[in-house]
């Protein structure tokens, strides 16, 4: 069968499965560990979107977004898996209103349309996308998969995570959704074509032209390639209605540059930014922006996110999913690899 704007590149006797957001960095590298295994692969992406990640990989090809929904009931119809990872992440716009459509109202629609008789006739499980951000975590204490965040005070961003996530159970329980969720921390690694934040970093420290590093910053992370080999395990071992927290350990922002510069042989920044000071810049930018009605990446609602750490348990993703992740470490040096690699090459 062919996808709109695309043609069938792979066969497989077993059940097709399909990724929603495969243009995107955790969802490229899922299509790709899927191809690697010999599975039958369908992708999903918008129009005009950045596709470098798959571009040359044997799949099915859907163009359209998840609002459209011809596209989305084609592409699910006869599907044993969808693996969902669209997401807005943009944490520091000043109107939140497109985090809500995006993490929500449009995870509500896809709901909507694999919850249909045709496409849940075949489905056997919905590996939902979500974030560890959506865990109550808490200094002092290692949050686990049972801690249920408290909805009060949270930036917009996480809010709509948590709000996210909270509907796919609504549908496990009422609609009967075969689904798991994936709370995912800060991924690292290879294959940044649509250059995260973080991936910009990582870019920064190896070029050499980070002038300082945010002191005081620490955050759980991941590995790109263990999150999405988290996820197809999810697919095959996860349980329905569970969650399971996706995360290597806690690294201070300060190393992830060090490592980075060093992977690049370059040096790392010499000049690390106090907290008090990444603060009062943070509270300059949503001056800035309630004034001039743009958005600042630093803001007061960022520096919430980053300094919202507490480490986290993820050894039940370990124990009931097999997943054995690499040392974050590995991936940091690969990503800085990446970015070299890549300037060279425009050169």
């Not at 497109?98 to 006739?121: K, M, Q, S, W, Y």
């Not at 056997?124 to 801690?147: C, I, L, M, N, P």
């Not at 917009?156 to 969720?181: C, D, F, H, I, K």
């Not at 300094?307 to 991936?331: F, Y």
Request: charged share 20%; hydrophobic share 45%.
């Amino acid at each position: 069968m062919d996808g709109p704007g695309g043609q069938v590149t792979g066969s497989s006797p077993v059940a097709p499965v399909l990724v929603i957001g495969a243009n995107g960095y955790l969802g490229s590298h899922v299509t790709r560990h899927l191809v690697e295994a010999g599975q039958d692969v369908r992708v999903m992406v918008r129009e005009g979107a950045n596709t470098r990640g798959i571009d040359g990989l044997a799949v099915t090809r859907f163009t359209g977004d998840i609002w459209n929904a011809e596209v989305l009931r084609e592409a699910m119809i006869g599907c044993g898996v969808v693996y969902y990872c669209v997401v807005d992440t943009r944490g520091w716009l000043r109107d939140p209103a497109p985090l809500f459509r995006t993490n929500v109202d449009g995870t509500r629609h896809v709901l909507d349309i694999a919850t249909e008789p045709a496409v849940a006739a075949g489905l056997q499980k919905f590996v939902f996308t979500s974030s560890y951000a959506t865990v109550g975590r808490r200094r002092g204490h290692t949050a686990t998969e049972d801690d249920v965040i408290v909805d009060k005070g949270l930036t917009p961003y996480v809010r709509s995570r948590v709000q996210a996530e909270n509907l796919v159970m609504e549908y496990v329980r009422t609609r009967g959704l075969p689904a798991v969720a994936m709370c995912v921390s800060t991924t690292y690694g290879a294959g940044d074509w649509g250059r995260t934040p973080h991936g910009a970093i990582i870019a920064g420290a190896a070029f050499g032209k980070l002038p300082f590093v945010m002191g005081g910053i620490q955050l759980e992370a991941v590995g790109i390639d263990d999150a999405a080999q988290a996820l197809l395990l999810a697919a095959e071992k996860g349980r329905v209605g569970e969650r399971y927290l996706i995360s290597e350990k806690m690294i201070s922002n300060a190393e992830v540059v060090r490592i980075a510069a060093e992977a690049a042989g370059v040096p790392a920044p010499a000049k690390t930014m106090p907290l008090p000071l990444s603060y009062a810049m943070a509270a300059l930018g949503s001056l800035k922006a309630r004034l001039t009605g743009t958005d600042q990446r630093l803001s007061l609602d960022s520096m919430r996110l980053m300094r919202a750490e507490a480490p986290v348990d993820c050894t039940k993703a370990e124990r009931e999913l097999g997943w054995q992740p690499r040392p974050v470490e590995e991936s940091i040096r690969e990503a800085a690899k990446f970015w070299v690699g890549l300037r060279a090459a425009r050169r």
